[in-house]
C-alpha cells in the first residue's frame, strides 16, 4: 500500500511528532563490550524508589500523568470491537467526572496516551476514538511469540498501518539475542520499520525471555540502530514482565544511543505494573535516569490496564480522603 | 502547596517531610537537659552542653557534660554489675540481647528520625540503612550469646568496656560496640559523641524498658575529656571508633594498662573501576560511597581509581549523577544530602578542598542551592588532584571524591595501596579473575567487588595500617570482647634485662673447643653486627657459654628491608609454607642432640633440654599442619552476596622473645607468623642469645628462604623500642617486662602496629605455648563481598 496516502489519512497526534529516530547500521562496538551488573542494578532499582517520595498534589499529578502516558492495552483472544469500544471510551474518560473536577481540571483535560489492541481490532478503535487525538496501537509480527515467517510478519504491519493504526509494538526474534545473531536482529527490526510507514515502531523485547540484563541492553542497544522509536520491555504473556531492574538496563541504552546519536528514543514497560505506587515507581525511574523530556507520552508509555483502576481509587481518595471502592468506577 | 494543574506542569518532586512531632515531644519533655544513665536511671543534668540539629542549627536539647567523677561512677557501675551479667546463662542474656533487637524495631521511626534530627543525615538513610541494621546487629549478638560457651570454649568476657564513639552512625555505632559487649558477658560504659548524642540516651531509656539489668549499660554524655577520662577509668578494655589521631592519643593512654584495646579510625578508600565495569553500577557506587552520609564514613570510597579508558566517560556520568541529587531537610524523604554534623566539620571540608584547588586540582560540584540556614556543603568530586596534594593523603569527611586516572591493574594496585590507612576498597570488574586479583592484593580489612559500603553484622569489619585494628561483626568481632579464661596461677613477670655490656672483661668460658662465632641472621646471610661488637653470655652456673652478636637500630633496618623483599613467601601456597616447616622439623629432630648441648650450656637441666627441643619439633609439625587449615570462612550475611574472610599476614612482623626457653618460645613465636605468611625479625631471647647460630643453621638447612626470619640478638629493651617506632612493621609481639611493654605500646602509636604483649612468663611446652590465638594474633581478616546474579 501507498504509505504516504496512508500517513494522509490518519495523521500523528501533535505529540508524536518530534524528529524520528532514524536508525543506523549495525554497530557493535557499540555494546558488545557492554556488560551490566545486575546486583547493582537491582540495589539501584531497590534504592531508587525509595529515594523519593511523592504526596498530595504531587502525588495526584504523577498519578494523572501516568494515565496520560498509559497505553490502555486489551490483547486478549476474546476481545471484540465492543470490548474495545468499551475500552476506547474509558481512554477518553479515565476518570469519573467528580475526580476530575475534584481535581480542578476541565472534563476530558486528561486522556489516556494510547489504545493498544491487535490489528483486527484497529478499525473498531480507530472509529470509536476518531477526533479524539488519541492514537491506536497496533501489535503486530505473530505477536506475542513472533515466530512467523518475516514476509507474512511485515504483512501483518502494513495491514494494522493500513486500518489506521498510528504506532506497531513489533515483538522481535529472542532467539536472534539468545544466539548472538546481532546483523539478524538488525536486519529484521529495520526491515519492520520500514514496513511501518509513518507510524512509530515500538520494539517489544520479551525481556524476560532474554533473561540477562546485558542481553536486554544489548538487544535495546541494537533496536534503536535499527530505527526503533521506542523499547519496550514485554508483550505482557512472558512468564516475567517489565521490571524495575530490567526497565533501568533498558533506559540506560535509551540514554547511552541518545549521547551517541543525538536521537530520544521512548521507552515502554508493560506487563506486571499493576498499582498506582508502581505508576509512580516507573516514572520516578524515568525522571532519575533520563530526565522530564520523558516523563511525557511521546516518550514515555505505561503498558498496563489494571493500573487504571488503583490510580483511580488513589486520585478519589485524594479528593475525598475516603477510601475508594473500585466497583463505583466505570470498567475499563 | 501548588494546585495538581500547575504540579502536573512542573512534575517536580515537592516536599514529603516526615513528622518529627514525636522527637519533639520527647526533647520538650526533656527541655531541663539530659542526665547520663548510669546504674540503669539518669542522673540530674548538673553542668550541660547543647546539641543542635546541622541542618537549622536550632538547639534540640541540653546534655550533662561528663566529669571524671561521672565517668568513676558509671565504671563502678558496671564494675557491680559484671559477675551477674557475666555470669548469666549464655541464653539469659541472649534474652536480653533479643529483646533489645526487638525495642530497636518497636522505636524504629522514632530512632530514625531522632538521628536524622541530631545528625544531619537524610532520613532515607536513618530509616532504611542506620536503624535496621542496629536491630539486625542485636539480632546477630543474641545468637552470639546463645552459643557462646560452645562457639568460644575456654572463653571469658574481657570485663568492663569503655566504649567511644563518632558522630557519623551515633546509633549503629553503638549497636556495633554495645551488642557484642554484651553478648560476651561483658559490662558497658559508653560515651556518644559530643555532637550527636541524642540517639545513645534515647537508646538508653529503651534499654531500661526492655528489661536490662542496671549497671550492665552505662551512658555518659560530654566532650573530649569525658572521653578521655573514660580512657583512663578503671577499665579492661576500651574500644573507639573515630579519628586517626584520638585514636594514637587512646593507644599512648592505655600503653601498658593491660587494658585491652580496639580501634576502628580513619580511612581513605580506593575505589577502582576497570575499564570492564558496569560504568553505570560504579557511579551508582559512588553515590553509595562518597556521596551516603555526606561523605562522613570512615570507609568511604574517596579515592576513585579510573582506568584511563574510560576516565573520560566515566567522569561525565559522574557528573551527570551527581546533577540529580536532592540536597536538603533531612526529614524530606526524596532528600539525598542532608546537612554536615557542625559548622566545625564544614569548615574543614571547605578549607580543604580551598587548599586542593590551590594545588591545582579542579572541582565538579553540583549546583544544587543550600539552604540558608545549617551547615552544608553540596557534593562534588575533584580532577587533576597530584598524589602528593593534600587531597590524595588527607581524609576529608565530606562528600567530595578525588578522581585519578590509572593505567593498568598493578597501577591501580600500587595507587590503592599508597596510603597510611587500610579500612576498606571497592573494585569494579565484570572479570572476576581481575577483580579478585585486585581485592586479594589492595591492603584493605573490607573488599567489596562491584558494591560499595555493604555491611552485615556477621561479616567482620575493621581496618589495617593507621585504620587501626581489631574487627566488628561476626565470630572475628566477638572475639574482641573475650580473652582466655585464666587457667591455673599466673606465671612470674619477666625481668627487665639489663643492656648486655659490650666490652671485655668476662670470664673464660668453660668448653676449650674451637671458638664459635654467633653472627646475626639477616637476609638470609649470617651477619657481623653493624656495630661491631659481641657480648659475653652466662651459662650455667654463671660461667661463660659464649659470645653473642650485638644487634643494634642499623641492624633492624637492615633485618626489615631484607623481610620486606621476601614478600613472594605471602604468595606462596598453605602447603608450600607447610613443606618448608616440616622440613624445619625434620631438621631440628635430627639436630636434637646439638641443640640440647646448645640449652644445657646455656644452664638448662639436660632433662629439660631434651623436653624443650622434643616440644620444638612438635610444634613445627603443629604450624606446619595449620599452614594450609587455618582457612578463613564465608559468612552467610545477605542473600546473594558471597562474603568471604581471607586471614591475611600483617607482612614484616617483629617479635621480642621471653627469657625462658630460648629455642622452644622463639620457635613457638616465628612458626605461627611464617606459617601465614608473616616474614619476622625476632629478637631471640637476650638471655640464651646464643641458641641464634644453631637456629639460623637450622633455617638454612630447611630451605626457608631468605629474608622470611631475620634474627637480631641484643637488647630486647632497645631492639623492641626500634622495632616499635619502625613504620614499615606492621605488628609487634613482645614478651617481657611491664616496663617495655608499655613502651612498646606507646611507641608503636606512630604506625599504629598492632601489638600483642605479654609479661608473664608461661609454660611453653602446654596449651599456653600453641594454638589458634597465636594464629589469630599472626594476621587480621579481610573480608571480601562478592555479590553474585547471571
Not at chain 1, 250 to 278: E, N, S
Not at chain 2, 487 to 506: I, K, M, T
Request: proline share 6%.
Amino acid at each position: 500500500m501507498d504509505e504516504a496516502t496512508s500517513g494522509a489519512s490518519h495523521p500523528l497526534p501533535a505529540r508524536s511528532n518530534r524528529p524520528r529516530n532514524p536508525g543506523l547500521p549495525l554497530a557493535p562496538g557499540w555494546f558488545l563490550g557492554v556488560a551490566v551488573n545486575r546486583p547493582a542494578a537491582e540495589r539501584r532499582a531497590a534504592t531508587l524508589v525509595a529515594r523519593r517520595s511523592l504526596k498530595k498534589e504531587h502525588q495526584a499529578a504523577w498519578l494523572l500523568n501516568a494515565i496520560r502516558c498509559m497505553d490502555l492495552t486489551t490483547l486478549a483472544g476474546d476481545d471484540t470491537e465492543a470490548r474495545v469500544e468499551r475500552l476506547c471510551a474509558k481512554a477518553l474518560r479515565p476518570l469519573a467526572a467528580p475526580i476530575v473536577a475534584g481535581l480542578g481540571l476541565e472534563p476530558g483535560e486528561v486522556r489516556a496516551g494510547a489504545v493498544c489492541v491487535y490489528p483486527t481490532m484497529v478499525r473498531a478503535a480507530v472509529r470509536a476514538l476518531a477526533g479524539s487525538g488519541v492514537p491506536v496501537a497496533s501489535v503486530a509480527t505473530g505477536f506475542p511469540a513472533g515466530l512467523m515467517p518475516l514476509p507474512l510478519r511485515l504483512d501483518e504491519i502494513r495491514h494494522a498501518v493500513a486500518e489506521g493504526a498510528a504506532e506497531i509494538d513489533i515483538v522481535i526474534t529472542r532467539a536472534h539475542v539468545l544466539g548472538g545473531a546481532w546483523q539478524a536482529l538488525h536486519d529484521e527490526v529495520a526491515a519492520m520499520r520500514e514496513a511501518c510507514g509513518p507510524a512509530h515502531l515500538k520494539a517489544i523485547l520479551a525481556t524476560g525471555e532474554l533473561r540477562t540484563l546485558t542481553n536486554v541492553w544489548r538487544a535495546a542497544m541494537v533496536a534503536m540502530q535499527a530505527g526503533a522509536d521506542f523499547v519496550k520491555t514485554s508483550t505482557g504473556k512472558e512468564g516475567v514482565n517489565a521490571t524495575l531492574p530490567v526497565s533501568l538496563a533498558m533506559v540506560r541504552a535509551i540514554r547511552d544511543y541518545g549521547d551517541r546519536t543525538g536521537h530520544r528514543v521512548g521507552f515502554k514497560p508493560a506487563g506486571g505494573m499493576r498499582t498506582a505506587r508502581d505508576a509512580l515507581a516507573w516514572q520516578i525511574l524515568m525522571k532519575e535516569e533520563l530526565g522530564d523530556p520523558w516523563l511525557a507520552p511521546d516518550l514515555f508509555r505505561l503498558g498496563a490496564s489494571s493500573m487504571l483502576a488503583d490510580i483511580e481509587r488513589q486520585l478519589e481518595h485524594h479528593v475525598t480522603g475516603r477510601y475508594a471502592a473500585s466497583h463505583r468506577h466505570a470498567p475499563a | 502547596m501548588p494546585s495538581v494543574r500547575e504540579a502536573l506542569a512542573l512534575l517536580d518532586y515537592g516536599p514529603s517531610p516526615e513528622s518529627a512531632a514525636d522527637v519533639r515531644a520527647w526533647l520538650d519533655a526533656h527541655a531541663a537537659g539530659f542526665g547520663h544513665f548510669i546504674d540503669g536511671a539518669f542522673s540530674p543534668p548538673g553542668a550541660t552542653f547543647e546539641t543542635r540539629a546541622p541542618a537549622t542549627g536550632e538547639i534540640l536539647a541540653r546534655v550533662a557534660e561528663g566529669t571524671p567523677g561521672d565517668v568513676a561512677r558509671a565504671v563502678a557501675a558496671a564494675r557491680r554489675a559484671l559477675p551477674a551479667w557475666s555470669g548469666l546463662a549464655g541464653h539469659d542474656r541472649a534474652r536480653h540481647l533479643y529483646a533489645l533487637a526487638r525495642h530497636v524495631q518497636k522505636r524504629a521511626r522514632f530512632l530514625a528520625v531522632l538521628e536524622s534530627l541530631d545528625n544531619g543525615k537524610p532520613i532515607r538513610e536513618s530509616r532504611d540503612i542506620d536503624v535496621p541494621l542496629v536491630a539486625r546487629h542485636f539480632y546477630h549478638h543474641a545468637g552470639w550469646a546463645e552459643v557462646l560457651a560452645e562457639e568460644f570454649p575456654g572463653q571469658a568476657p574481657v570485663g568492663v568496656c569503655g566504649q567511644v564513639i563518632p558522630w557519623n552512625f551515633p546509633l549503629l555505632m553503638l549497636a556495633w560496640k554495645v551488642a557484642p559487649a554484651l553478648a560476651a558477658g561483658c559490662t558497658v560504659v559508653l560515651k556518644p559523641a559530643e555532637y550527636t548524642p541524642l540517639s545513645a540516651l534515647a537508646f538508653a531509656m529503651i534499654a531500661a524498658e526492655a528489661g536490662l539489668p542496671r549497671g550492665v549499660l552505662n551512658v555518659v554524655t560530654g566532650g573530649g575529656a569525658t572521653g578521655a577520662a573514660l580512657v583512663a577509668a578503671g577499665v579492661d578494655k576500651v574500644a573507639f571508633t573515630g579519628s586517626t589521631a584520638v585514636g594514637r592519643a587512646i593507644r599512648r593512654a592505655t600503653a601498658g594498662t593491660g587494658k585491652a584495646l580496639t580501634l576502628e579510625l580513619g580511612g581513605k578508600s580506593p575505589f577502582v573501576v576497570m575499564d570492564d565495569a558496569d560504568l553505570d553500577a560504579a557511579v551508582e557506587g559512588v553515590v553509595d560511597a562518597i556521596w551516603f552520609n555526606q561523605g562522613q564514613v570512615c570507609c568511604a570510597g574517596a579515592r576513585i581509581l579510573v582506568q584511563e579508558g574510560v576516565a573520560r566517560p566515566f567522569a561525565a556520568r559522574l557528573a551527570r549523577r551527581m546533577a540529580r541529587l536532592r540536597l536538603g531537610d533531612p526529614l524530606d524523604k526524596s532528600t539525598d544530602i542532608g546537612a554536615i554534623v557542625h559548622p566545625v566539620q564544614l569548615a574543614r571540608i571547605v578549607a580543604l578542598v580551598r587548599q586542593g584547588e590551590a594545588e591545582g586540582a579542579e572541582l565538579h560540584q553540583a549546583a544544587c542551592p543550600l539552604p540558608e540556614r545549617g551547615s552544608w556543603f553540596a557534593p562534588a568530586f575533584l580532577t587533576g588532584v597530584a598524589p602528593a596534594s593534600v587531597l590524595a593523603e588527607e581524609e576529608i569527611f565530606g562528600p567530595v571524591a578525588t578522581l585519578t586516572p590509572f593505567r593498568t591493574a598493578d597501577e591501580a594496585v600500587e595507587l590503592a595501596n599508597a596510603t597510611r590507612y587500610g579500612l576498606a576498597a571497592s573494585v569494579w570488574s565484570e572479570n572476576v579473575t581481575v577483580a579478585l586479583d585486585l581485592a586479594a592484593r589492595i591492603r584493605a580489612g573490607v573488599v567489596w567487588v562491584n558494591a560499595t559500603n555493604v555491611f552485615d553484622a556477621g561479616a567482620p569489619f575493621g581496618g589495617w595500617r593507621e585504620s587501626g585494628f581489631g574487627r566488628e561483626g561476626g565470630r572475628a568481632g566477638m572475639r574482641a570482647y573475650l580473652r582466655p579464661a585464666p587457667a591455673g596461677r599466673p606465671g612470674r613477670e619477666e625481668a627487665a634485662l639489663p643492656p648486655p655490656a659490650a666490652f671485655p672483661g668476662g670470664e673464660a668460658g668453660a668448653d676449650a673447643g674451637i671458638d664459635r662465632t654467633a653472627k646475626l641472621y639477616i637476609g638470609g646471610r649470617q651477619v657481623r653486627p653493624d656495630g661491631g661488637n659481641s657480648w659475653g653470655v652466662s651459662g650455667r652456673g654463671g660461667r661463660l657459654a659464649g659470645h653473642a652478636a650485638l644487634g643494634n637500630r642499623k641492624d633492624l633496618r637492615n633485618a626489615v628491608e631484607a623481610a620486606h623483599a621476601a614478600s613472594a613467601w605471602a604468595g606462596a601456597s598453605g602447603h608450600g609454607r607447610a613443606q618448608v616447616l616440616y622440613y624445619l622439623a625434620e631438621n631440628l629432630a635430627a639436630r636434637t642432640d646439638l641443640f640440647a648441648r646448645g640449652l644445657a650450656a646455656l644452664g638448662a637441666s639436660r632433662v629439660a633440654a631434651a623436653g624443650e627441643v622434643a616440644a620444638a619439633v612438635r610444634r613445627a609439625f603443629w604450624y606446619a599442619a595449620m599452614a594450609d587449615k587455618f582457612d578463613g570462612a564465608t559468612h552467610a550475611t545477605l542473600s546473594g552476596h558471597v562474603t568471604l574472610t581471607m586471614p591475611e599476614p600483617w607482612g614484616v612482623m617483629g617479635i621480642a622473645c621471653p627469657s625462658e626457653a630460648p629455642l622452644l618460645a622463639l620457635l613457638s613465636l616465628v612458626l605461627p607468623a611464617i606459617a601465614l605468611g608473616n616474614r619476622v625479625v625476632a629478637i631471640p631471647s637476650q638471655t640464651g642469645a646464643l641458641v641464634a647460630a644453631d637456629i639460623y643453621q637450622l633455617l638454612e638447612a630447611s630451605d626457608v628462604p631468605a629474608g622470611v626470619v631475620n634474627l637480631v640478638t641484643g637488647h630486647r629493651e632497645e631492639l623492641s623500642r626500634t622495632l616499635a617506632g619502625h613504620d614499615d612493621v606492621a605488628a609487634l609481639w613482645y614478651f617481657g617486662p611491664p616496663a617495655g611493654a608499655a613502651m612498646v605500646e606507646a611507641e608503636s602509636a606512630g604506625n599504629l602496629k598492632a601489638t600483642w604483649v605479654a609479661t608473664r612468663r608461661r609454660d611453653w611446652t602446654g596449651p599456653a605455648g600453641q594454638g589458634r590465638a597465636f594464629l589469630d594474633a599472626a594476621s587480621a581478616p579481610k573480608t571480601i563481598w562478592v555479590p553474585y546474579g547471571a
